[in-house]
């Protein structure tokens, strides 16, 4: 006769498809792209496109940033793939962040006239332009040193 914790122990053992049989669920998360929209028939389009999806919960559609926002349990290359087959747009990741996270938001790579009111590009993350972004740290001691938030900033000038 077989013991129930031998069965537990055996039923543990098994890989987990054989237990279960389904898939392993995507897991829920909020999507942001940029895709270019002119008129309110892009925006129509874009919105149909992405709400018939598979694993779509939600879709915020900001024409006046060219932003898309897809909430659910969903890829961003099934996405991209589905707006340029669908709506025959070309979307890209969001590329742009607050500016108060960037360190220098106004270097040469993170500062762009295309993005939204208080945005700049998110240059942290793309290598080729992040040394120019980035600060050492002599360079931020003198930075600080003129600056309005120095309360010493009088005594050197």
């Known amino acids: 006769m077989i013991r129930l914790d031998d069965l537990i122990a055996e ?34 389009r874009v919105r149909k496109a992405l709400e018939d999806m598979k694993g779509v919960s939600s879709v915020e559609v900001d024409p006046k940033q060219n932003k898309v926002t897809v909430s659910g349990r969903v890829e961003a290359s099934e996405v991209v793939k589905r707006l340029r087959r669908r709506a025959g747009k070309k979307a890209e990741p969001w590329p742009f962040v607050p500016y108060e996270v960037v360190p220098h938001p106004y270097a040469p790579g993170a500062y762009d006239k295309k993005a939204p009111p208080g945005y700049v590009r998110n240059v942290l993350d793309d290598p080729d332009k992040a040394p120019l972004v980035r600060a050492s740290s002599m360079e931020e001691r003198y930075t600080t040193a003129f600056s309005d938030d120095n309360p010493n900033s009088c005594a050197v000038m």
């Open 11 to 44: 039923l543990c053992e098994l890989p987990a498809k054989v237990i279960i049989g389904k898939k392993k669920r995507k897991e829920f998360q909020e999507l942001a792209f940029l895709v270019r929209m002119d008129c309110e028939g892009c925006e129509r």
